[in-house]
């Protein structure tokens, strides 16, 4: 039985395109052009994941409304936003109605599809008993490269999809500076300097969240980041 | 030329107001003049209607009243002579002194009336002078003698003599028929000097009749007769004019103080003068004085002839352009001004008629101080209220002229001011004044704002065409991922290769349209880091270094530490674009200077590179959204990345500046160093 991949789109061009592309890698797509359809079927059925564009026709923050409600139902459906808006504003908004990803249509459809499966990884991961041999442990940082979630001293840090490939990838070699092309092929999109910039800082502030004296990502002036174990 | 001198050239245009009113004091002083002479014509024509009722005062008989050289003119003599040789009791002017040519050098003589005698004077030059020899031994021998012919209106002849015997006084004698017989009435007195001699004598009126010539003779030795030089030529003499008592006593009636009457005969001879002028000669120290206002009279008052030309002539006869123009039977009427004093003198003169036969002219000058004192004070106020109207005037306008030059230097500073800080909103000054400068500053307040909303539209304009055009470019995008998983021709996956290589370019520019408005975004959320920007500039420069190893790189700092609050990624970003920038204008192997130092209470990071400088008129613009100086197809250079740059510095609370240097150019970004203090306030 192929996964069920939903997808809430208002342009139907970019709407069936990947809904084709999706269909090649195997999933059954359905597709919907408003926010009223698809809340209609998602209460008859939930699919297993969600790909929301923001703006839906004339309903500008349709794909928000969209994510609370399908939030509300489930707890652990994998919802990505998709869509055009790159504000940092949008992406918080999107990131804290809980959605796993943010993504802008720059991304490519490999790209996509990565983050995709990667989703459906983690959702079977959760559902199996943890294992230890995918866990990297730096001091007080704990990865879970199955389950894709990080611990640091011991509390669960929310990184989505994008932050936790970058995660991994600066943790992995500690003291080692991974520049910005390095944690853009990390985290599979094509990001520029602002974006990754922007990622790291919402990374920081979310172990900060944690620990005020977290201090485990520096900066490497002109060159990129680095994780430093102490 | 600015405003100021213009408006103080303008005003030098007051300096017509001293012309126009000089314009008007010389009508003034014409009218005046005119006025006057006038009334002294029609005095004068009443005087020499009254004095036609004595022709015979004028013509005597036998004379027909024209000149001739041989008349001789007795000065009338203001006291009575001592005779003793001596002519200075005479007081009379050298011009007075008539001249005969001698063989030896001029003979000088003159002829006197006081009261009812004729006095004579001559002086002539003689080396050697003979002296007869006794007043009975009348012979062949020769001897030094003046003589004296007289005839008188019936025509008798009486013939007169001075013969010396000796020098000191002598009588004169009279010839008859040849006889000498000595006349005791004649007084004379005979005086040796060194290169001759004088004689002074004194002959009753009555011997003397209407026609009166002298003849000097110069002997050289008793033996030899002397040559003879005369008044006259041939047998007549010539007519001896004498001033007229009756006409004198009849003209003193109309004598005024400063009104002159002059009576003349035909010849111009004066028959009778009366009365004087006022001091028209001009006192030295009154000259002195006044002189800087005579000199302006001169140069802008009508000129009249020299007021010494009125005054009545030495040798007796009369001989003024408007005289002779009377003497022709016609009225006429001449002006003179004193240089000196600024005195005029009106004189007119006026045929005299005896029936229809022209006796003489009669002269009226009338000197007034009138005209002078009215020119004068005239004169004097309109240049002291020009002068001080000039003054005003030129001052005023000076500083009207500041005024308004401040003002438009004011408005024009503010609004470079305006652009160059980017600052549209700014208040200009003026903005309120209803002239022409508060329009000004209206309008430059508008076109300052426009200005504004074309640079918000231009700023945001990339960002909203990438957004709208990133929709398409997803469908192009996705449709040819999608192609390629169908089965194609090896053309046709050229084809759609060259679409994607193409799709993304044209997404990354894209992006790169959009990062000006995310930077605005994450400067907007950013906060504030302690950094230290000395080492961050340190290890940047090393990282750029390796990136870009065909370039050389060097860091400067005037400190070790710089302790900063901002964020160290978009410092970075700034440090990026700038050193990115400074890339594409240098040459390989060209040395970029990254450099810290402080200013006052600003850091100032420095990025100069090597290389062509930048345009003049892309100095203002340089640091605006979509602005490029570099020339060529770099798809890239969207000229963003200064603009970034700037809103960096901006967003930071700094500045950011290009200069030219000799060999290329620098970047300036100047940043507050108590920033950190600003932002835990």
């Known amino acids: 039985m192929p996964r069920k991949i939903a997808i809430v789109e208002d342009e139907a061009a970019i709407r069936e395109n990947y809904a084709a592309a999706f269909r090649r890698e195997g999933y059954s797509v359905d597709l919907y052009d408003a926010r009223k359809p698809a809340i209609d079927a998602f209460e008859a059925r939930l699919p297993d994941l969600v790909v929301i564009d923001i703006n839906l026709r004339d309903d500008v923050e349709g794909g928000f409304e969209l994510c609370r409600r399908l939030r509300a139902m489930s707890a652990d459906l994998p919802i990505i936003f998709l869509t055009a808006r790159d504000s940092e504003f949008d992406a918080v908004s999107g990131l804290r109605l809980g959605a796993d990803d943010y993504l802008t249509k720059d991304i490519s459809m490999p790209h996509l599809m990565a983050r995709v499966a990667a989703l459906f990884r983690r959702m079977e991961a959760m559902q199996r008993p943890e294992a230890k041999e995918n866990r990297i442990n730096r001091g007080d940082l704990e990865i879970d490269t199955d389950r894709m979630t990080v611990r640091w001293k011991d509390q669960a840090v929310a990184l989505t999809v994008t932050e936790f490939w970058m995660m991994h990838a600066l943790a992995r070699y500690p003291g080692h500076v991974k520049n910005r092309q390095q944690l853009m092929d990390a985290a599979q999109a094509v990001l520029d300097d602002n974006t990754i910039t922007s990622h790291i800082k919402r990374i920081r502030r979310k172990f900060v969240a944690i620990d005020p004296d977290f201090k485990a990502i520096e900066t490497a002036y002109g060159m990129g980041y680095r994780w430093l174990s102490e | ?681």
């Open chain 2, 1 to 681: 030329m600015n405003l100021r001198r213009q408006l103080l050239l303008v005003s030098l245009l007051t300096l017509v107001l001293p012309w126009a009113g000089c314009q008007f004091i010389r009508e003034t002083e014409t009218a005046l003049r005119e006025g006057q002479q006038r009334m002294l014509s029609g005095t004068a024509q009443a005087i020499a209607d009254s004095l036609s009722q004595f022709p015979s005062e004028f013509l005597a008989a036998g004379t027909d009243g024209t000149f001739r050289d041989s008349q001789i003119f007795g000065h009338s003599l203001v006291n009575e002579p001592f005779i003793d040789g001596y002519i200075d009791d005479w007081s009379l002017s050298e011009e007075s002194i008539r001249t005969l040519p001698g063989n030896e050098g001029a003979i000088r003589f003159s002829f006197g009336v006081f009261g009812q005698y004729v006095y004579l004077f001559v002086e002539a030059r003689d080396s050697t002078v003979i002296y007869a020899a006794a007043p009975s031994a009348a012979g062949d021998a020769f001897f030094e003698h003046i003589d004296l012919l007289s005839i008188d209106a019936v025509g008798t002849r009486s013939e007169f003599t001075f013969r010396p015997e000796a020098p000191g006084a002598l009588f004169g004698q009279r010839l008859v028929e040849g006889e000498v017989k000595e006349e005791s009435r004649i007084q004379a007195h005979w005086q040796d000097t060194p290169s001759g001699y004088r004689l002074e004598a004194r002959i009753p009126r009555q011997l003397l009749g209407v026609f009166l010539g002298l003849s000097v003779t110069n002997t050289r030795s008793a033996s030899s007769p002397g040559i003879t030089r005369s008044s006259y030529q041939g047998s007549t003499p010539g007519r001896f004019i004498t001033t007229s008592p009756i006409l004198t006593s009849a003209v003193n009636g109309y004598a005024q103080s400063d009104l002159r009457l002059i009576v003349t005969d035909r010849a111009g001879w004066r028959l009778a003068q009366a009365g004087q002028l006022g001091d028209t000669r001009g006192g030295g120290a009154e000259a002195g004085d006044l002189g800087w206002m005579h000199r302006a009279y001169n140069a802008l008052l009508e000129q009249g002839d020299d007021a010494v030309l009125a005054e009545p002539h030495p040798s007796g006869r009369e001989q003024q352009a408007y005289l002779r123009r009377a003497l022709e039977a016609e009225a006429a009427s001449a002006w003179f001004r004193s240089a000196q004093s600024g005195r005029a003198v009106i004189a007119v003169a006026r045929p005299i008629w005896s029936g229809n036969v022209q006796t003489g002219a009669l002269v009226l000058q009338q000197g007034t101080d009138a005209i002078l004192s009215l020119t004068n004070k005239s004169l004097g106020r309109l240049i002291n209220f020009t002068l001080i109207a000039t003054l005003g005037v030129g001052l005023v306008l000076l500083g009207y002229a500041s005024w308004l030059s401040l003002r438009v230097r004011r408005l024009s500073a503010a609004a470079e001011r305006a652009l160059d800080e980017d600052a549209t909103q700014l208040a200009l000054p003026s903005a309120n004044a209803s002239d022409e400068i508060g329009d000004l500053s209206r309008s430059f307040s508008q076109v300052l704002r426009q200005l504004g909303n074309y640079n918000e539209y231009l700023r945001t304009l990339a960002s909203k065409l990438s957004h709208e055009l990133r929709t398409p470019l997803t469908i192009v995008k996705s449709s040819l991922e999608n192609l390629e998983h169908e089965p194609l021709t090896d053309d046709a996956r050229q084809y759609t290769a060259r679409a994607r290589d193409g799709a993304a370019r044209l997404q990354k520019i894209l992006s790169a349209m959009s990062e000006a408005s995310r930077v605005e975004e994450l400067m907007q959320n950013a906060e504030p880091e302690a950094i230290d920007i000395h080492d961050a500039l340190q290890s940047a420069t090393a990282a750029y270094a390796g990136a870009w190893p065909e370039r050389r790189f060097r860091f400067e700092a005037s400190m070790d530490v710089a302790p900063f609050s901002g964020s160290p990624e978009m410092i970075m970003q700034m440090l990026d674009k700038l050193v990115d920038n400074a890339i594409g204008f240098s040459g390989k192997q060209d040395e970029i200077v990254i450099s810290l130092e402080t200013k006052g209470d600003q850091y100032r990071l420095s990025v100069a590179n090597p290389g062509p400088p930048l345009p003049d008129r892309m100095r203002t613009q340089l640091f605006d959204s979509m602005v490029s100086v570099r020339e060529g197809p770099g798809y890239e250079h969207l000229g963003l990345g200064l603009y970034i740059a700037m809103l960096i510095a901006k967003g930071h609370g700094g500045t950011i500046r290009a200069e030219n240097t000799h060999e290329g150019v620098v970047f300036h970004i100047y940043l507050p160093i108590n920033q950190t203090e600003n932002n835990r306030a």
